[in-house]
């Protein structure tokens, strides 16, 4: 009798819940799909992130060429070959670092600033123009009112010197040497005198009323005192070292070219087509190059970017210049 009614309850009351190893592998189950969630949405923020930060750094790379351009475009020479002109510098307080692989240097004419004063010396409202200045003064402030500028020599380098303010592989800086400074076109209590580094020790200057074409080469004043200014235009550039080697030019001549125990650069160079022999007056073509690494690490070893692979590396931007700077030049027969 008590049999079949412990019979009966245990067929009516069966036992209920999951055993314990079912529990285990649920759990396991769980774990391996919530991992694999996981996974995914941080796979996916991180490709998100990359992509942020590769076309961050194109754009920068992008607006670092267009604004080496405009300066390059402005250009009334562009040295093909800069390396006599750095050598000169050397000699003065303006000397380039000793890392610095220098690809476009040029002369340009710097425009006078209305909003700046640039003006304030040379003329104003009610008198004559150049008025109350000496008779060398007097030459310069004509000069400046004729060309409504000054000369600056400016050269574009890539350093990968290790500089704590500044991430990437490389940087681009911009460095000049301007013919007068802000003091000297301002300030009543200073002279209306050349940049020091301009003026020869015999007192006459290379580029007093215009630059001519044999000074092209020109020798700096090694005398002269200064205080060297390059600033930084762009970080995240690519390694100097970088391989392959850029392309040969199709025309013109490559900027900075491979020399004795330095590789030529794929990272940032020029093509530039020197002044033609036979007439030496015509404007110049300039193409540059310019290469980008958003990686931020010397070893490519980015959280965000995961290592150098096809997904990280960018294409090199290039740009087309003509130079349309016009001073003392001619039109051609």
């Known amino acids: 009798m008590l ?4 019979k009966k309850h245990l067929v009516r ?17 769980a774990g391996l799909i919530i991992s694999g969630l996981m996974f995914l949405v941080v796979d996916l923020l991180r490709t998100d992130q990359r992509e942020l930060t590769l076309e961050q750094t194109q754009q920068d790379m992008k607006r670092a060429l267009d604004y ?30 000793a890392d610095a692989r220098p690809v476009l240097a040029f002369w340009k004419i710097k425009q006078l600033n209305v909003e700046a004063g640039d003006y304030s010396k040379l003329s104003t409202p009610g008198t004559a123009a150049c008025s109350g200045l000496g008779v060398d003064p007097f030459k310069r402030c004509q000069a400046l009112l004729v060309r409504h500028g000054y000369y600056e020599l400016v050269i574009y380098y890539s350093t990968d010197d290790a500089d704590p303010e500044w991430e990437g592989e490389a940087r681009v800086y911009r460095y000049s040497v301007p013919e007068y400074s802000q003091d000297a076109l301002t300030d009543p209590a200073t002279a209306l005198e050349e940049n020091s580094i301009y003026v020869l020790d015999s007192g006459a200057t290379p580029i007093q009323g215009g630059l001519p074409r044999s000074d092209w080469a020109w020798v700096p004043n090694d005398s002269g005192a200064g205080t060297f200014r390059g600033d930084v235009l762009v970080d995240f550039v690519a390694s100097l070292a970088a391989t392959p080697a850029p392309p040969a030019c199709e025309t013109g001549t490559q900027v900075p070219a491979a020399t004795a125990g330095v590789t030529a650069s794929n990272s940032f160079y020029a093509c530039i087509r020197p002044i033609d022999a036979s007439n030496n007056l015509l404007n110049q073509d300039v193409s540059i190059y310019l ?5 931020p690490t010397p070893t490519n070893s980015s959280l965000v970017l995961g290592g150098v692979s096809d997904n990280s590396e960018l294409p ?3 740009t087309r210049v003509l130079t349309r700077g016009v001073v003392n030049k001619d039109l051609p027969d």
């Open 3 to 6: 049999r079949q009614v412990l």
């Open 13 to 29: 009351y069966p036992n209920q819940g999951f055993t314990l190893i079912e529990l285990l592998v649920s759990m396991v189950m």
């Open 68 to 97: 080496i351009a405009d300066d390059v475009r402005e250009a009334i020479y562009v040295y093909d070959d800069p390396t006599p002109l750095v050598t000169n510098l050397a000699n003065t307080d303006y000397a380039l670092p």
């Open 291 to 295: 290469r980008g690494d958003a990686d």
């Open 316 to 318: 090199t931007l290039q």
